[in-house]
C-alpha cells in the first residue's frame, strides 16, 4: 500500500507545494498530489502551480496571517529554484 509520503515523493514537487496546491483548490493533500503530479509534466503546469502559491499567499495576507504568508513565500522560492520554467 502506497502511503500519501510515497505519493508525494512522486510527485515530482515538495510537500509545501502540496499543501498549497491543497488549500488554493480546496482538496485533499492527496488529490493535490496527484494534480501537482501532472501539473508538473509541462511549463504551463508549473506556471500554474506558481500562480496558486501567489494565490494563496495574497490571500494569507488580506486575512492578515503574516507568518503563513512567509511560509508561502519559502515554498514559492524552492518551487522556482527547483522548477525554473514556472518562472517563464
Same mark, same amino acid.
Given at each position: !500500500? #502506497?502511503?500519501? &509520503?510515497? =505519493?508525494? /515523493?512522486? =510527485? ?6 502540496? %499543501? ?9 493533500? !492527496?488529490? /493535490?498530489? &496527484? #494534480?501537482?503530479?501532472? #501539473? =508538473? ?6 506556471? =500554474?502551480? *506558481? *500562480?496558486?502559491? #501567489?494565490?494563496?499567499? +495574497?490571500?494569507?495576507k488580506r486575512?492578515?496571517?503574516? *507568518?503563513? %504568508? /512567509?511560509?508561502? &513565500? %519559502? ?9 525554473p520554467r +514556472? &518562472?517563464?
Amino acid at each position: !500500500m #502506497l502511503t500519501f &509520503e510515497d =505519493c508525494q /515523493a512522486l =510527485c515530482g514537487a515538495s510537500r509545501g507545494v502540496v %499543501a498549497a496546491i491543497a488549500e488554493h483548490e480546496h482538496i485533499p493533500e !492527496m488529490a /493535490a498530489a &496527484e #494534480l501537482a503530479n501532472y #501539473l =508538473c509534466e509541462n511549463e504551463a503546469g508549473e506556471r =500554474c502551480i *506558481r *500562480r496558486y502559491i #501567489l494565490d494563496d499567499i +495574497a490571500a494569507a495576507k488580506r486575512r492578515g496571517d503574516k *507568518r503563513h %504568508a /512567509a511560509v508561502l &513565500e %519559502a515554498v514559492l522560492h524552492h518551487f522556482v529554484a527547483t522548477h525554473p520554467r +514556472a &518562472e517563464k
